[in-house]
């Protein structure tokens, strides 16, 4: 397992999980679930306290898309140890003229979880999830719960196996 946590299967611990995420875990393979402090979900200072590696511990970031006055909203999956493109790889998959960080207040109440746990599982259906292909290739990847107070983990094969997963060069 990864870093100093105790992982369980994340469909035993739903407690553990936004209801979003809940509802879809069972579909995905190998999912296992831990709790955390939830003032240590921001990833360095996670990372840190639960000796997990960076390259192990994947970040979501939703993505707003515009083009002609419609909104197309994305989950990118990237290692910590890597930023998105967004403004490249990520605005032209999605065929749009503007692509930036969804807001917080947005990006919350689209998906039902918390700022800080967003994940992909789980998301609203039809939005596209870009899994940069170092997160895919990962063995073990960390990620959010829908939750501050916990982690999912799963291999990077999982995330790319997820509906509307497209495995993409998406790291600057």
Known sequence: MVGKLEWG???ERPELLADPVAAAIGG???AEVAEIDPELA???AFC???DVPLDAS???VVVAAKRGGEVTYAACMILA???ADVNGVVRKRLGARKASFA???EATALTGMEYGGITPVGLPEGWPILVDEAVAAAPQAVIGSGLRKSKILLPGKALAGLPSAEVIALAL
Request: hydrophobic fraction near 30%.
């Open 48 to 50: 840190e306290r639960y």
């Open 28 to 30: 995905v393979p190998g």
């Open 58 to 60: 994947a970040n979501c």
């Open 9 to 11: 299967p994340a469909g």
């Open 42 to 44: 921001d990833t360095a």
């Open 81 to 83: 140890t890597g930023r």
């Open 103 to 105: 807001p917080m207040a």
